[in-house]
């Protein structure tokens, strides 16, 4: 069964940045896809950011600009940097991993929590 663990989150103020990190236990070339969906409050589960096998990476409108998804296959390990965080940021964020690119084969993280508040 693959674990991914995630790391990073809190509380950071307007403005700031933070990254989070997302460890799986084998290795990420298996996967076709990784990303970061969040979920706010009362809201449905939005895209963040995928990253495909090959490293092309696209983003949410909303966050473009602001965040960038990577990953380093030596550390089987992808990250989600976010700059100049906005109050509407605020949500629970969580890594998947996606063998197939269809979600026939997913696996997701325990989910962050990323509050931006003064």
């Known amino acids: 069964q693959v674990q991914l663990v995630q790391s990073g989150g809190g509380l950071v103020q307007p403005g700031g940045s933070m990254k989070l990190a997302c460890e799986a236990s084998e290795n990420i070339n298996t996967f076709v896809v990784m990303g970061w969906y969040r979920q706010a409050p009362g809201k449905q589960r939005e895209l963040v950011a995928r990253?495909?096998?090959?490293?092309?990476?696209v983003v949410e409108d909303s966050v473009k600009g602001r965040f960038t998804g990577s990953r380093d296959n030596a550390r089987d390990t992808v990250y989600l940097q976010m700059n100049s965080l906005k109050p509407e940021d605020t949500a629970v964020y969580y890594c998947y991993a996606d063998r197939t690119g269809w979600f026939q084969d997913t696996y997701w993280g325990q989910g962050t929590q990323v509050t931006v508040s003064s």
């Open positions: 990253i495909t096998r090959g490293g092309s990476t």
